[in-house]
Nanobody, 129 residues
Framework: QVHLVESGGGLVQPGDSLRLSCSNS????????IGWFRQAPGEERDFVSV????????AYTNSVKGRFIISRDNAENTVHLQMLNLKPEDTGVYYC??????????????????????WGQGTQVTVSS
């Protein structure tokens, strides 16, 4: 049983960095893809990044390419999202979620929130001067 817990959010200024973490207290991430989504007030939940735990392969939405790095820590059973050069438009609640490994082979699926089965409670990121 997957149980996700996010951490690492906070209030920062533009240009600052944050590292979010997503841990699975229910067991291994093996055979899952782990995605990060964010939701701004009044907006839909949007795809940010994803990693295939088995393959180590990653993908990002265009607006964060070159600024965000998703990674896995096998020893800690945790996925990290390193966010650099944060901008006000990065503000929102960040959620991690798991989906089946098969998502990785369907390009339309990895960015579609409806294909992810288990979600964490979210962590707030606010970028403001």
């Amino acid at each position: 049983q997957v149980h996700l817990v996010e951490s690492g959010g906070g209030l920062v200024q533009p240009g600052d960095s944050l590292r979010l973490s997503c841990s699975n207290s229910g067991g291994s991430f093996s055979d899952y893809v782990i995605g990060w989504f964010r939701q701004a007030p009044g907006e839909e939940r949007d795809f940010v990044s994803v990693i295939s735990w088995n393959l180590g392969s990653t993908a990002y939405t265009n607006s964060v390419k070159g600024r965000f790095i998703i990674s896995r820590d096998n020893a800690e059973n945790t996925v990290h999202l390193q966010m650099l050069n944060l901008k006000p438009e990065d503000t929102g609640v960040y959620y991690c979620a798991t989906g089946p490994q098969s998502n990785w082979y369907v390009p339309a699926a990895i960015g579609d929130a409806s294909t992810y089965n288990t979600w964490g409670q979210g962590t707030q990121v606010t970028v403001s001067s």
